[in-house]
């Protein structure tokens, strides 16, 4: 087995066909052919099979790539940090949940590369496709928060996916809202205050669990609630609606404007103020590239962690 060959499976499972994947690597459909039945045949199994619209991953195959991805990925980034370089492109991306901070960061590091010579993607989305996303090699990093409530669950999903996590800061809850809402002006909120006011979160899915949640308290009873996909009709509805959501107060003006403000959450004995932990997630044993790494300096540069 050799790297030429994981690369030319990984091209071939992107493209889903043999001659889009050999016009790709400058190589003959012949030659492009004869590598994969010969790793297949060291490997014992069948990677991909033909149909009449392409090549499809088999169940090994789908299995394999996963493994061809961080083999070739982590031979990438040792290329990166000590080779020559070459005429690739080399990939990057971030999945996090809905964090503002998270996007400044990933436009600053952009910021340092020609971008014409990489391939960048910045992902908001929910908290299972953020795991699924990194456990995949979609993405190199997720970014995603901890707490007392859903600790425990989310560090055995993590752990199926064989992530780690990193701590980066521990925020105390706070309620997000808009600069002229009647509470604004508040120097701090309790839960009761809330009630007439719609609760605003983001979808995480059909069937998915309370320990998913971006906001924290999502177990509790709310009178009105608004499900959003994203940041910007969450902040929409801020102004239209007079709604709320439950969040680290880290909020960069640069991106989400001064419409809305962060106003800190008043616990108590029913709704305690449970500690977020935010922090990023990698696949286990792994070496970040270069963009990898800028991008974790720029978050910690936000945060202003040492």
């Not at 006011?197 to 906001?215: I, K, R, T, V």
Request: proline fraction near 2%; glycine fraction near 6%; aromatic fraction near 12%.
């Amino acid at each position: 087995m050799t790297l030429t060959q994981l690369h030319y499976v990984i091209t071939i499972a992107e493209t889903k066909s043999f001659n889009k994947a050999a016009e790709k690597l400058y190589v003959s459909q012949p030659s492009l052919t004869s590598a994969i039945k010969e790793l297949e045949k060291e490997l014992g199994i069948s990677i991909f099979y033909r149909n009449g619209r392409g090549a499809v991953l088999t169940n090994d195959g789908t299995e394999f790539l996963l493994y061809a991805k961080q083999i070739y990925g982590q031979y990438e980034n040792v290329l990166e940090k000590y080779g020559k370089g070459g005429s690739y492109k080399k990939k990057f991306g971030v999945s996090t949940q809905h964090y503002s901070f998270a996007v400044k960061a990933f436009v600053d590091m952009a910021r340092e590369f020609d971008m014409s010579k990489y391939e960048f993607a910045i992902r908001e989305t929910r908290t299972g496709e953020v795991i699924s996303d990194v456990n995949t090699m979609k993405s190199e990093i997720g970014v995603l928060y901890l707490c007392d409530f859903n600790r425990k669950s989310m560090t055995k999903l993590l752990k199926n996916a064989n992530l780690e996590f990193h701590h980066l800061i521990d925020c105390q809850a706070y309620v997000y809202l808009w600069k002229n809402h009647p509470l604004a002006k508040e120097a701090s909120i309790r839960f009761e205050q809330l009630e007439k006011y719609p609760c605003l979160s983001f979808e995480q899915g059909d069937n998915s669990s309370f320990y998913l949640a971006e906001e924290i308290l999502s177990t509790n009873e709310y009178p009105q609630v608004i499900k959003a996909n994203d940041r910007a009709t969450m902040l929409n509805l801020m102004i239209g609606l007079n709604g709320y959501t439950l969040c680290s107060g880290i909020i960069c003006e640069e991106l989400n404007g001064s419409d809305c403000i962060a106003v800190p959450f008043h616990a108590d004995e029913q709704n305690p103020n449970s500690l977020m932990e935010i922090g990023y997630v990698t696949r286990k044993n792994t070496i970040l590239s270069q963009m990898g790494e800028r991008y974790i300096h720029y978050i910690k540069q936000y945060l202003k962690i040492e």
